[in-house]
């Protein structure tokens, strides 16, 4: 179904615009939001109008959301959910939560589509979110999901304290290894006494060959006597 735009539609087509579109999305969404309507001959007319105004509603849109972003920026937004004792959550916190709660803080509507996490949170904490307006214009906001009953600003203190107090122990363990390895080697013996050692290992060594050298020779003698010297022995 053909269709003329009569104002922006974020990722399909810009006012004035038009575009071949599937029948039942013109007829349930773009044409009772009074977005599109039928490409008639009367509506084609009215393009050239109808980009003009469109392109001076875009201008007046990018500065409103460009302004909404700065007020987003770097806010804070709590959600509190029930949660046990290792802090996993029973449920999650989906981008409608968030979407909920950042159109109550500003008092200003931000469709849950504009929300980008990556995936339901399922644990208190801190996250960073990032909410995306339009094409080139988005903002950063800060998420604390705590536990039910509790007050976020104190569960946020008691999270920073638990984060420093973690750092400091990895950052200590760090140091004294670092102090371990550079302590040289502490040993009884100094190395002149070690060298002497062994210098006098090999001399105990050189001895010891020395005595087994000389009775193999013995061994060999007696081995060598003559049928004549065994005789007179014997005689004797």
Known sequence: MKVVFLQDV???????????????????????????????KDALQRIERLTRQSDENRVKRIENLQALADELGGQRVDVA????????????VTNTNIAEQLSTLIDSEIG????????????????EVNIRLY???????????????????????FLETRKQSEEDTDTGTGDELEAELATPMNT???VEDIGASGENEDE?????SNEV???EETLSESSHTSPDEESVESTE
Do not use: C
């Open 112 to 127: 849950r589509r504009s929300v980008e996490i990556p995936e339901p949170i399922r644990d208190v904490g801190v996250y």
């Open 81 to 92: 959910m029930r949660a046990g004792a290792s802090g996993r959550l029973y449920g999650s």
């Open 188 to 190: 009884d013996q100094p």
């Open 204 to 208: 105990d060594t050189a001895d010891s």
């Open 135 to 157: 094409s080139d214009i988005s903002a950063s906001v800060n998420v604390l999901v705590h536990p039910m009953d509790t007050d976020p600003d104190e569960y946020l203190q």
């Open 213 to 215: 050298e000389a009775d």
């Open 10 to 40: 974020e990722g399909v087509a810009n006012g004035g615009d038009v575009k071949e579109v599937k029948r039942g999305f013109a007829r349930n969404y773009l044409v009772p939001k009074a977005l599109a309507v039928p490409a008639t």
